[in-house]
């Protein structure tokens, strides 16, 4: 069986698009950047985290259970932006990347009992300068909060992207290619119907 280690409504829905059932696992697992870790690295192992934690607390039950965990992080230079705090951290993540391009970085990695496979796709955006006035509206919306980098590219920041190179699904929170290749590496082809979701608390 295939697992999904996330909570976020988003990756479940990007994960049914590729035509394979799963079931999403609620896991709290820690996203604290360590000293000296690079933002692709530390984005792989957050993402490695999760999928490892999701094994752990469904292999009793599914010894053939197969993890999917994701992570995004928006990183500009090596500054990396995880979910803002409140309103005003949100607000000055978006300052921060008003006019400037951003990488937007994520890793898909699954795992089972054979081991670890895993991808870190990386995106570039860049965005519009933004007035004081946009912002606040913006951050008004509640849209930000629980977002990497304080924006959801595919909600009302949308019109903020004068340019994208990359992954508009990774940015949104799971690489659908290369998660798809990644899935059938491992021996999960895609099947004709739609995929069946449920969440599993653990």
């Known amino acids: 069986m295939l697992y999904l280690a996330s909570r976020s409504p988003r990756r479940s829905e990007l994960l049914a698009r590729l035509g394979r059932p799963f079931q999403s696992l609620d896991l709290d697992v820690p996203e604290v950047r360590l000293a000296g870790e690079s933002p692709r690295d530390y984005v792989l192992r957050v993402a490695t985290d999760k999928a490892r934690a999701g094994l752990l607390a469904v292999a009793g039950r599914d010894p053939r259970a197969q993890v999917l965990g994701s992570d995004t992080e928006v990183v500009l230079g090596e500054r990396v932006f995880g979910k803002p705090t409140d309103a005003d951290d ?8 008003s006019g400037r391009s951003h990488q937007v970085m994520t890793a898909v990695v699954l795992v089972d009992a054979q081991g670890v496979h ?85």
């Open 90 to 97: 949100a607000a000055a993540m978006l300052r921060a990347l």
């Open 118 to 202: 895993a991808d870190v796709v990386v995106s570039e955006v860049r965005f519009a300068t933004l007035d004081d006035v946009s912002i606040a509206a913006y951050v008004a919306t509640g849209e930000p909060i629980g977002k990497a980098g304080a924006y959801a590219i595919q909600g009302e920041a949308e019109r903020f992207i004068t340019h994208l190179a990359g992954s508009y699904s990774g940015v949104m929170g799971l690489p659908l290619y290369q998660t798809d290749r990644l899935l059938a590496g491992a021996g999960l082809p895609s099947h004709p119907v739609a995929a069946t979701e449920a969440a599993v608390h653990v």
